[in-house]
C-alpha cells in the first residue's frame, strides 16, 4: 500500500527524484524578472541534455550538452562568441568561433580528460545527420572543467555513447540543476558546485527579449550571495586554509539569447556574463579555466551552410540598445552559479573524498542577519 501511494505521488508531482529542480536561492538577485522555467531553456529552442555517471566509489563524472536549436546545428549555424576569463582550460573548437562567429555543433560539456570522447561524440552526431553526408569537417564545441577530487578523472570513463546519450535526452522546459551532468564531481568555494541556470526577461520597452545562462562550476575564491559575505561567514574561503580551500578548478559558463545579436555584440554579452563570477566572489584564479560562450538562437540571424545568395543581410540590435541584455546576462550568470550550490548534494568520492554542500539553513540565518532573506 506504502509503494502504491508511492507511486501515486511520485506521478503527480508531489516527490521530486534526485533529477529534479531544487529549491533555489532564498534571496532575490538583481532587478529583473526570471523567465518561466527560471532556465536557459526560456530561450526558445535552446535544449539541454545530461549523462550522469556515478558507479562504484570513485566514479563522479558526466556530460551536459546545450543545443543551440532543434534543427542540423550544422546547416544552420548560429551567431556566437567567446570570452577567456582566464584561459588556464580546453575549450575545443574556439578558435574557429572567434574566426567565423558561429558555432556548428551542439554545446558540450564534460571533464578535463573527456575532451576527446566529447569531439568524438559531436563529429558522429554530426556526421550521421542526412543532410551532412558530403561534409568533410566539422567544429565541435567542447568545454571541461576538472572534477579529479571527487572523480576518477584518469580513468576516462565517459565515452563517446554518453554524449550522444546526452544530445539524444537534450529537451526544452525545466533543466536538472546539481549533482548531474558534467556537474556531478565539481566543487565550488569549497562546497559541492555543479550545473547551474538561470534567466532573465527584459521588460517590453527594452525588447522583451530573454537571456538564460547555464555554467558548470568548479572554482574557488571567497562566496558572497546577493553581496552577503557567506564564505567568510561560515569560516570556509580562500586563504583560510589553503590546504582544505583550493581555488583552482575552472568555470564553464554558457549564455544564450533570441536577441538578433551578431558575432560582435554576442562578445561584448560574455563579457558581462564574466563580471558575474566576480559578483559570487569567484577570482579566476591561476589554474582556473573560465570561460563564456554566448550565441543567438533567433532564427533570423542563423547563418546557412549553403546558399545560392552572395550576401548575409539580418536585422541586428543596435550598440545603445545592448546595455538591458548586459545586465540580464549579469543576473542571469551570477544566479546560475548560486543556484548550482544550492541544488548540489553532499558527495564522497574517489578516495573517500566528501565535499559537503552548502548548509542552506545556516545561510538562511546569514541572510537574516543582513537583512537580504527573501523567502
Known amino acids: 500500500m506504502k509503494v502504491k501511494i508511492l507511486l501515486l505521488l511520485f506521478a503527480c508531482g508531489y516527490i521530486n527524484t534526485q533529477a529534479q529542480l531544487q529549491d533555489g536561492p532564498p534571496v532575490k538577485i538583481g532587478v529583473l524578472p526570471r ?32 543545443l543551440p536549436h532543434k534543427g542540423n546545428l550544422f546547416q544552420q549555424k548560429v551567431p556566437a562568441a567567446i570570452y577567456v576569463g582566464n584561459g588556464f582550460g580546453k575549450l575545443a573548437g574556439s578558435t574557429q568561433i572567434e574566426e567565423l562567429g558561429n558555432i556548428e555543433s551542439p554545446i558540450i560539456l564534460t571533464n578535463t580528460l573527456s575532451i576527446a570522447a566529447a569531439i568524438n561524440a559531436g563529429i558522429t552526431y554530426t556526421l550521421s545527420q542526412k543532410e551532412n553526408i558530403n561534409i568533410n ?38 533543466v536538472v540543476q546539481g549533482n548531474v551532468g558534467a556537474g556531478t564531481g565539481t566543487v565550488c568555494f569549497g562546497f559541492k558546485g555543479g550545473i547551474g541556470t538561470s534567466s532573465r526577461v527584459l521588460p517590453k520597452a527594452s525588447g522583451g527579449y530573454t537571456v538564460g545562462v547555464l555554467v558548470q562550476t568548479n572554482f574557488g575564491g571567497v562566496l558572497e550571495i546577493a553581496g552577503v559575505p557567506v564564505g567568510k561567514e561560515l569560516g570556509k574561503y580562500y586563504l583560510k586554509d589553503q590546504l582544505n580551500n583550493p581555488v583552482d578548478g575552472s568555470c564553464m559558463i554558457v549564455v544564450a539569447t533570441d536577441a538578433p545579436l551578431d558575432a560582435r555584440n554576442l562578445e561584448r554579452l560574455a563579457k558581462r556574463a564574466f563580471i558575474a563570477l566576480a559578483k559570487t566572489g569567484g577570482i579566476a584564479s591561476n589554474g582556473s579555466g573560465d570561460y563564456v560562450i554566448a ?74 542577519k543582513y537583512n537580504r532573506y527573501q523567502p
Do not use: C, W
Open 35 to 66: 523567465g518561466k522555467f527560471n532556465a536557459i531553456t526560456d530561450v526558445e529552442a535552446v535544449m539541454v541534455g545530461h549523462k550522469t555517471l556515478i558507479k562504484a566509489d570513485s566514479i563522479r563524472t558526466g556530460v551536459t550538452v546545450i
Open 137 to 174: 569537417s566539422v567544429n565541435i564545441v567542447a568545454g571541461e572543467t576538472n572534477d579529479g577530487y571527487l572523480n576518477d578523472i584518469r580513468g576516462r570513463h565517459v565515452k563517446e555513447q554518453d554524449v550522444l546519450d546526452a544530445i539524444k535526452d537534450a529537451r526544452s522546459g525545466e
Open 295 to 368: 550565441f543567438s538562437a533567433n532564427p533570423a540571424v542563423r547563418i546557412p551552410y549553403e546558399t545560392a545568395k552572395k550576401l548575409y543581410t539580418t536585422a541586428t540590435i543596435f550598440n545603445d540598445d545592448m546595455s538591458p541584455l548586459f545586465m540580464a546576462a549579469i543576473e542571469a550568470t551570477e544566479e546560475a552559479v548560486i543556484n548550482s550550490l544550492f541544488a548540489a548534494k553532499t558527495t564522497t568520492g574517489k578516495n573517500g573524498n566528501t565535499v559537503e554542500a552548502l548548509p542552506r539553513d545556516e545561510v538562511i540565518n546569514i541572510l537574516k
